[in-house]
């Protein structure tokens, strides 16, 4: 073992020092400071805005992926260099710009996970967390909370605008169920989103955590615009971190909630790492651990359409869902999502109007990494998804977006729509069609799995069921790179679970 901690210059200290103060970050900083007797400072690389100081386009919830909030990544899939993926730069993370779907992982979500020796974390000690964090007004109290933190909202046949109606309808006529609650017992079909988004407001997990009230304990102290460099140690304990401008922040535990980029990008900066990546970088290992080498995300394709004259309203933009297993499904996988949204500038389409069909392969077989470009803080990683790197990968994505493109041909969802914009009307048979979605992939968003966790028999666990870094004391890593497995469904309601449930097993009293 060897130190890298080789700077005084103290700033700060605290017991605990949380890095990233997103989906999971935020809500450890509100949980672990109901202490009074434990201090807790939270150090976000974006702008830690006041709680009623957020700009207009992260509260927008039809609006996505704001520039002037977003890391800049761009990620690699096959057959194309450079994907744009968005990722919230700011207090609340990627909570901010979102799209703000609440979808769980399911069951069979979380039986993956234990495969990979992550113990505590079935369906059943799992659903608990769901239910306490949450409040809404509707669905059956078996699965759903009243009084947590969290608001999410059931989209209603009421809200959808006539084609998010339209295609949950279009999909019924087509054989699919309806599922009136995607966050019950049934996942397997169409119907409107469950959302966190209440009178058209993102509730990112900076308003709804880190509220007015939280914000005032004497014991937590949120810092923005600080972008960490590396975690010190001493030997094999860690004592800290230190910022790109020198900075040290000092914590008897450090807590790395940074995201599937950034904690591993840190961990790697830091030493945690495979050894012989980090050697040609000139950086010393503290830890020869798999960072970075199981990164998985969920390709998508945009099938876009002109809405018809009579059909151009589009808010809300979010929307509604078909979620379904493809021909190649395994076991209980629903594996499939054709989302249907209003994402989407209607000056994009000669009617002024637009709905977009994005097809999603939301269980992956193809793995792919994260690397650094270099030991620079500022310079962002290589991230290469290897999207649709098995010719399974390929075919499943071929057959969800053939599966939009049917219920937008179908008889009930033709009318709202006036013409295809994308691919287009030309692109009609399946290998033309296989190679247009190869060169215009998108991503879903859901990148996951770069700091898995997993029992000791699991070659690529760099960290244990709690997130405390394998071989290393004082440091854990709890958000989305720490799921051993992308779940189907999107992350941002279970990466929030995740630290709660942490917080649960670790900290509360």
């Not at 700009?55 to 977003?70: E, N, R, V």
């Not at 910022?243 to 040290?248: C, Q």
């Amino acid at each position: 073992m060897t130190s890298n901690d080789a700077t005084s210059d103290l700033a700060e200290t605290a017991d605990v020092v949380v890095v990233g103060g997103g989906s999971a970050g935020a809500v450890l900083a509100a949980r672990l400071s109901q202490d009074p007797a434990r201090t807790v400072l939270l150090l976000e690389a974006g702008h830690a805005y006041a709680r009623d100081a957020y700009p207009p386009a992260l509260l927008d919830a039809s609006k996505i992926a704001d520039p002037d909030h977003d890391w800049g990544y761009t990620s690699r899939g096959t057959g194309q260099t450079q994907i744009p993926t968005p990722r919230g730069k700011v207090l609340g993370g990627s909570s901010a710009v979102n799209a703000c779907v609440a979808l769980r992982a399911r069951a069979a979500d979380f039986a993956k996970w234990s495969e990979h020796g992550a113990e505590g974390w079935s369906y059943d000690d799992v659903l608990p967390v769901f239910r306490m964090l949450e409040n809404t007004p509707t669905g059956d109290d078996a699965y759903h909370g009243r009084t947590g933190p969290q608001p999410i909202r059931q989209r209603a046949d009421g809200e959808l605008t006539p084609s998010l109606r339209g295609f949950v309808e279009a999909a019924v006529t087509h054989g699919f169920k309806r599922v009136h609650d995607f966050n019950a017992a049934e996942q397997d079909g169409a119907d409107g989103y469950p959302v966190d988004v209440v009178d058209g407001v993102r509730q990112n997990v900076g308003l709804v955590y880190l509220t007015a009230e939280v914000r005032r304990r004497p014991n937590l102290t949120i810092r923005g615009d600080v972008n960490i460099d590396r975690v010190l140690f001493d030997g094999a304990t860690a004592t800290g971190v230190v910022g790109a401008d020198g900075t040290v922040y000092r914590g008897h535990e450090v807590i790395l909630s940074g995201g599937t980029y950034g904690s591993p990008a840190i961990l790697l900066r830091s030493g945690v790492g495979p050894a012989d990546e980090l050697a040609a970088l000139g950086i010393g290992a503290i830890a020869d651990l798999p960072v970075g080498q199981r990164l998985q995300d969920q390709p998508g394709y945009y099938n876009a359409y002109a809405l018809a004259a009579s059909y151009l309203e589009m808010t809300p933009a979010v929307g509604s869902l078909l979620w379904t297993a493809s021909g190649e499904a395994v076991r209980d996988e629903l594996d499939l999502h054709v989302t249907a949204t209003h994402l989407m500038d209607g000056s994009l389409s000669p009617t002024g109007g637009a709905i977009v069909l994005q097809a999603a392969l939301v269980q992956p077989e193809s793995t792919g990494t994260l690397k650094l470009a270099s030991r620079d803080p500022g310079e962002p990683p290589l991230i290469d998804a290897n999207y649709l790197g098995t010719g399974r990968d390929a075919r499943r994505m071929l057959e969800g977006v053939e599966i939009g493109r049917a219920i937008a041909r179908n008889p009930v969802f033709a009318p709202v729509t006036e013409s295809e914009l994308a691919p287009g009307d030309a692109v009609a048979d399946d290998d033309t069609l296989a190679q247009t979605i190869a060169a215009n992939l998108a991503i879903y968003g859901h990148p996951t799995s770069t700091v898995p966790m997993g029992g000791a028999g699991d070659p690529w666990a760099v960290v244990d069921s709690v997130g405390a870094v394998n071989g290393i004391s004082g440091l854990r890593v709890a958000d989305a790179s720490i799921i051993p497995e992308v779940p189907s469904s999107t992350t941002n309601v279970t990466v929030i679970m995740l630290a709660e449930r942490i917080y649960q097993r670790v900290y509360a009293s």
